[in-house]
């Protein structure tokens, strides 16, 4: 049986301050973590002694346009229906770079 998600690889989403980023994968997180910045942006997840389980449900990980990472609560992201200026494209070339 496959586990409900909040978010998907790929969701383009906004943090409540207003910046834009992606949703990304497992393999993804795993190669942006050791070669990027974490940003530490308000709503990312933090419990001191917890392990990192990437669920897509409690934490999302998300590469934003500033070019840092977080792993956020899904509280404090939302999805972005309509793609302004194809954002997307721009963040996911971003990852290729990385």
């Known amino acids: 049986m496959e586990r409900k998600r909040l978010f998907e690889p790929g969701d383009l989403v906004k943090s409540f301050t207003g910046q834009f ?3 990304i994968s ?3 997180y795993e190669k942006i973590k050791t070669k990027v910045k974490e940003g530490k942006r ?6 001191a002694g917890c ?20 792993i956020m609560k899904p509280v404090n992201i939302k999805k972005v229906k ?3 200026q194809s954002k997307t494209s721009k963040l996911e ?3 290729q770079q990385i």
Not at 42 to 47: D, E, H, R, T
Not at 51 to 70: A, H, K
Request: glycine share 8%; net charge negative.
């Open 93 to 95: 070339k971003m990852i």
């Open 21 to 23: 980023g992606l949703v």
């Open 82 to 84: 309509d793609d302004p």
């Open 42 to 47: 308000p709503g990312y997840f933090f419990a």
């Open 26 to 28: 497992k393999p993804e």
């Open 51 to 70: 392990c990192e389980v990437i669920d897509y449900l409690l934490q999302v990980p998300v590469f934003f346009e500033d070019g840092t990472y977080d």
